[in-house]
């Protein structure tokens, strides 16, 4: 009978060791697995690299790299997350040390977006009181203007995998403190970080209350649920979308912006309009200068006729 026992509780035992494996399995395929290669390159400023550093504090599933030194080779950055076991890509290019532009991507095949960085505000500028747990993953919020075309629901769907935690996640933490927030004003999109602050409601004193009043209002205190709030951390930047290529960092176009107008042009149009108002200037001292050239020769011309008359 012991040995009839043991051959039951073995087979029970192995069936049990398969249904865990199988359970374990299930689970891993559900997992959520995103890494984030996060880089930028050769020229950006402090603003710039302090940007960096604050949204790298928010992803705890993000990876580091160096500086890239290429300009032109993007290519480069498939194979540095292939490197990394990296899946997303999250790229910082500086122009001119005064442009940013940022480029997420999805490794090895794609699509790529291509952002123009504006009006960035680092923590360290704002000063708000907000904070929140190193390590702790957000709640991602996104504006209902995200599902009013395909390539919103494109973005939508790679900041979702770019800036959305795992759970599991290397460096992260089992809480949720903090919101995401993504919206849509002008063509543009609107990055945000709050706090999600948790207060308790204010409970009224009991003096002069009889003990049936007492009882009543201490239940009714245990009632009501905490007050919750958002409170802004930072930081605080707006992204104009250009471009989205099929492929990683390269391929046919599938969206372009024709809206947006770049930085360079801005810059040289203002350029133009200083030219102008100068050129005019000039203008008007030439136009002024004949003129009046033209008045001296007509009142030469009268006196010299009047001479002649009064001669003859």
């Not at 398969?18 to 950006?44: F, H, P, W, Y």
């Not at 005064?98 to 991507?105: A, G, N, T």
């Not at 102008?276 to 004949?290: F, Q």
Request: aromatic fraction near 8%; charge should be positive.
């Amino acid at each position: 009978m012991a040995s009839v026992f043991k051959t039951v509780t073995k087979d029970r035992n192995v069936e049990k060791e398969e249904d865990i494996d199988m359970q374990d399995l299930a689970q891993a395929r559900k997992e959520n697995k995103q890494r984030v290669l996060t880089l930028c390159s050769r020229g950006v400023t402090f603003r710039q690299r302090h940007l960096l550093s604050d949204i790298l504090s928010l992803m705890p599933h993000a990876r580091k790299d160096a500086k890239l030194d290429t300009k032109s080779n993007f290519g480069l950055l498939t194979e540095l997350a292939d490197l990394h076991n990296c899946n997303n890509i999250l790229f910082f290019e500086a122009r001119k040390r005064q442009d940013l532009y940022v480029w997420i991507s999805k490794a090895p095949n794609g699509p790529t977006v291509k952002m123009h960085v504006q009006n960035m505000h680092t923590m360290n500028e704002l000063h708000f009181t907000g904070n929140c747990l190193k390590g702790s993953r957000p709640i991602l919020s996104f504006d209902e203007s995200f599902d009013s075309a395909p390539h919103w629901q494109l973005l939508r769907e790679m900041l979702t995998h770019t800036f959305g935690v795992p759970k599991g996640a290397r460096k992260s933490k089992p809480f949720i403190d903090h919101v995401t927030s993504f919206s849509i004003a002008d063509g543009k999109i609107w990055y945000r970080n709050y706090e999600i602050k948790e207060e308790e409601p204010t409970k009224k004193s009991t003096e002069g209350m009889t003990e049936e009043e007492a009882a009543a209002q201490r239940k009714k205190e245990k009632k009501t649920d905490t007050e919750l709030s958002l409170v802004e951390i930072g930081p605080r930047v707006v992204f104009t979308p250009i471009i989205i290529q099929e492929g990683c960092f390269g391929g046919p176009i599938i969206y372009e912006n024709k809206e947006f107008v770049s930085p360079n042009q801005v810059r040289a149009d203002l350029l133009k309009k200083k030219a102008g108002k100068h050129l005019k200037r000039v203008d008007d001292k030439v136009k002024k200068a004949v003129k009046t050239k033209e008045l001296a020769e007509k009142r030469v011309a009268s006196q010299q006729e009047m001479l002649d008359s009064l001669f003859q």
